[in-house]
């Protein structure tokens, strides 16, 4: 069978956010390519979706898989439409987080789609390729004489160490389209790539949109399996810089240590989450000396009542440690992801409590997004019985939407985009935040790269 594996692109352009390559859709390829089908990965983020007719009658697939988030499903509803018009005989699959969590109304609102994954796509897609009947495929969701059919229930690859590695030739860019795919690294400067240690988390935030698709259990690769991944991408693809792009890469202690004594021989730089209650500071001396460059911590909130009711289950005290140990070990950029509106009672003083704690910690990095609530998530439903949400207008449901389709207890969808950039604009904008940026900041490329990224803000409101 020939597959092409397909990434919309997103419905609005920030030119100061990231774009990553699909590491996703390079993993489904090597799956699928080593049960015997070729594959194409088609990436719309950074190439025109004018080439689809075109690499629809050059590639002639018999399948198309769309990837899609919330916020890219009518994008990716739309490229499926093309792809009938061009050639009504290719089945159209989608799978991602959105189709995971909301999988027969995505049939439903989108014709063009015959099969929604749920969960984990490797399976499914080799089942589906292989001419498996649907009716005994874990995971999917497909239409037959008019009506909306299930599969079994989805089950989880248990051992990671079977799968291949990601197919990284198949980005058809080369790599080039894909910015600063981590913030505060340029990607001009060196070659970067994801790397998933890990699938699935154990907390139970109310606004994580991973859990319909990788559950909360957590399955890990062993450590010889990952070093081997990231020595194959060191010799065919030169890679520098590795994110490694796990949900908590920080989870178990002496495992993140294993891998940290195996990375200190290979001379490179990487990046990581963690959270602030599962580091200490001789494991992050370790992760500095083993080349860590960046750590991301998940904050959202600084205020002890929406801390508990967003079920993050962190203190602030923690918040306070964990950052002061990264910095007392050296590690180079400290990244705080800061929230508005966890929970959707947290009103103007709590924010401000949440601007006191970032002002307080100083991370080199300050992400602030507005909560979205994302189908299959706590808050949605609790959004959604509060009839907090006014429409379903799935483009909107971003971080930096232009204007949310949903309000929150104390604030509209414009107080909240207002807000945002309110808060942006008063951390970055401080004296004292440009002088220890420029101090720390290590050669002219970074310098560059620091100064594109503030004008891309400022043209991009």
């Known amino acids: 069978m020939r597959i092409a594996l397909i990434r919309p692109p997103r419905p609005f352009d920030r030119a100061f956010l990231s774009i990553q390559t699909p590491i996703n859709l390079a993993a489904l390829a090597a799956y699928l390519i080593r049960e015997g089908h070729e594959c194409r990965i088609w990436d719309f983020e950074v190439e025109s979706r004018d080439l689809l007719g075109e690499k629809i009658a050059a590639f002639q697939p018999d399948f198309a898989g769309i990837t899609c988030m919330t916020h890219s499903v009518v994008e990716g509803a739309r490229i499926a439409e093309r792809i009938k018009g061009l050639d009504p005989s290719i089945r159209i699959v989608t799978g991602g987080p959105h189709p995971s969590a909301l999988p027969e109304r995505t049939l439903k609102e989108f014709e063009a789609f015959d099969i929604a994954v749920v969960g984990e796509g490797e399976i499914p897609l080799a089942d589906l390729a292989g001419g498996k009947d649907l ?49 505060g690294i340029s990607f001009s400067a060196r070659k970067i790539t ?58 178990m202690r002496e495992r993140t240590l294993k891998i940290c004594r195996a990375l200190k021989k290979l001379g490179i730089s990487w990046s990581c989450d963690g959270r602030v209650d599962t580091v200490d500071l001789e494991m992050l001396e370790e992760m500095k000396n083993a080349g860590c460059r960046k750590i991301t911590f998940g904050v959202e909130a600084g205020s002890p009542r929406i801390q508990e009711l967003n079920r993050k289950g962190i203190t602030s005290e923690q918040v306070r440690d964990a950052f002061r140990w990264a910095r007392t070990a050296g590690i180079e950029l400290i990244e705080g992801s800061f929230m508005l509106c966890s929970h959707p009672s947290e009103t103007e003083e709590e924010i401000r409590m949440t601007m006191d704690l970032a002002r307080e ?92 990224q503030g004008m891309r803000y400022l043209w991009n409101p």
């Open 194 to 251: 994801q790397v998933f240690t890990s699938r699935g988390c154990s907390f139970k935030c109310i606004f994580c949109a991973i859990h319909p698709t990788l559950t909360h259990r957590v399955r890990y690769r062993s450590v010889d399996n990952v070093m081997a991944e990231i020595e194959e991408c060191i010799k065919e693809w030169g890679i520098e810089h590795f994110i490694f792009q796990d949900d908590i890469f920080t989870l």
């Open 361 to 452: 910690v100083e991370p080199d990095i300050f992400f602030l997004s507005v909560a979205v609530p994302y189908p299959g998530t706590e808050l949605y439903r609790i959004m959604t019985e509060k009839g907090y949400i006014h429409e379903l207008n799935w483009p909107s449901f971003t971080m930096y939407a232009e204007k949310p389709c949903w309000k929150t207890e104390h604030f509209s969808s414009m107080d909240l985009v207002r807000s945002q950039r309110k808060y942006l604009n008063i951390y970055y904008f401080r004296p004292r935040y440009i002088l220890n940026r420029i101090k720390k900041t290590r050669n002219m490329k970074d310098l560059a790269y620091w100064i594109a």
């Open 135 to 183: 009716e005994e495929i874990p995971g999917v969701v497909y239409r037959k004489e008019g009506e909306i059919e299930k599969g079994p229930d989805p089950h989880l690859i248990e051992d990671l160490d079977s799968l291949p590695f990601p197919n990284r030739s198949l980005f058809s860019t080369g790599g080039k389209g894909y910015r600063h795919p981590t913030r």
